[in-house]
């Protein structure tokens, strides 16, 4: 009986220090690794502009990982590329995604959905993959022990792992388009500037909530489009 309090202090302990220290190795890798320092928190754009817009983003589910979680306000998005005369979105409502280096195979991605907990989720308005313009993927993370590719809800928990020159596979109708990481960098969550490519080109960007277990920022992971075949 003396040493039931004692276990149940050290099982405490270890309980505190599975969540703890995926956010301490976060922030020291953040501060010593390959993130965009320049850019790490981006100025929010000047919004009065867009007050007569008045687009409402649709808000996301479970952990918030859309990215304008605060000002959902956003210019009207172009009109999607025709494609030999018609729109390509019309007629592709998902597609599959691959990160070898995460273990991330085949993974469904919903275009313009904002649902993540059954797919990925490719962000309303934003180009598809081999466009011209940004692919924007979205999906949701948890503390990286926790990390399931099976499951939508874990998917991303290991995407900071990712680094230049890594690999995105994604197949659309057959056709398979593979982009090389390019940079990563973390943001504020009403940061509307990952939205937009980082120049002209043909784009796909990855993001989740970090730290690990929280949704306290977002990490984005800029990759550009190298090759395309079947």
């Known amino acids: 009986m003396k ?22 190795t976060w922030q020291i890798s953040f ?6 320092q320049e850019k790490i928190i981006s ?16 808000k996301a589910s479970g952990f918030g990982l859309i990215l304008l979680s605060s000002f959902n306000i956003l210019p009207s998005p172009p009109p999607p590329p025709l494609v030999s005369g018609f729109d390509k979105k019309a007629f592709i409502s998902e597609f599959t995604l691959s ?26 308005g934003t180009a598809l993959p081999g466009e011209e313009g940004n692919a924007f993927i ?16 874990k998917i991303f928990s290991t995407l900071p792992q990712l680094e230049e020159g890594d690999e995105v596979l994604v197949n659309i109708a057959g ?9 990563k960098k973390v943001v504020n969550p009403d940061d509307v500037s990952a ?24 990490l ?10 079947n």
């Not at 501060?31 to 965009?36: E, N, V």
């Not at 990160?99 to 309303?124: G, H, R, T």
Request: proline fraction near 10%; charge should be neutral; include cysteine.
């Open 3 to 24: 040493v039931l309090p004692l276990l149940s202090i050290v099982l405490g302990l270890v309980c505190l220090g599975m969540v703890v220290w995926p956010m301490v």
């Open 31 to 36: 501060a010593f690794g390959d993130f965009d």
């Open 43 to 58: 100025p929010v754009p000047d919004l009065s502009a867009l007050s007569s817009v008045g687009n409402q983003l649709p």
């Open 99 to 124: 990160v070898p280096k995460l273990k991330i195979y085949q993974a469904k991605v919903k275009v313009d959905s904002e649902n993540m907990d059954q797919a990925l989720a490719l962000f309303p």
């Open 138 to 153: 979205t999906g949701h993370s948890v503390l990286p022990q926790f990390f399931n590719p099976q499951d939508y809800k």
């Open 175 to 183: 056709v398979e388009y593979r982009f090389l990481v390019e940079s």
């Open 195 to 218: 939205l937009q490519p980082p120049a002209s080109g043909k784009y796909l960007t990855l993001m989740t909530c970090v730290p690990p277990g929280t949704s306290l920022k977002r």
């Open 220 to 229: 984005v992971v800029i990759c550009k489009l190298t090759t395309v075949g």
